[in-house]
């Protein structure tokens, strides 16, 4: 089993940054592939960002590259999203999710094993 907690979230304006950590209980952690998702209200959750397990390969949604860059530290157990030129429609609560066998463009949600509670992003206009 591995916990994830994020945070970092909170209220920025239009065209402001955040950057969401994702921290891991174990260090197999850094054995996962992992990423970030989010969720608007009324949405279904969808994919943002992806890394491999040492960092080497990322995978970004249309809708955020250029803008967001994933990272992670494998020594301190940790993933980040940076987020750029926030819009509002990037409003929503964000996810980070971590999983040994999952490959790094899998956008699906369900394969991931491991998931965090979330951070909450509002983007006003």
């Known amino acids: 089993q591995v916990q994830l907690v994020e945070s970092g979230g909170g209220l920025v304006q239009a065209g402001g940054s955040l950057r969401l950590s994702c921290a891991a209980s174990?260090?197999?952690?850094?054995?996962?592939?992992t990423g970030w998702f989010r969720q608007a209200p009324g949405k279904e959750r969808e994919f943002v960002a992806a890394i491999s397990w040492n960092g080497g390969s990322t995978y970004s949604a249309d809708s955020v590259k250029g803008r967001f860059s994933i990272s992670r530290d494998n020594a301190k157990n940790t993933e980040y999203l940076q987020m750029n030129s926030l819009k509002p429609e990037d409003t929503a609560i964000y996810y980070c999710?971590?999983?040994?066998?999952?490959?790094?463009?899998?956008?699906?949600?369900?394969?991931?094993?491991?998931w965090g509670q979330g951070t909450q992003v509002t983007v006003s206009s």
């Open positions: 174990r260090r197999t952690f850094r054995r996962y592939a």
């Open positions: 999710a971590a999983d040994h066998q999952v490959a790094v463009g899998t956008t699906d949600p369900n394969i991931y094993s491991y």
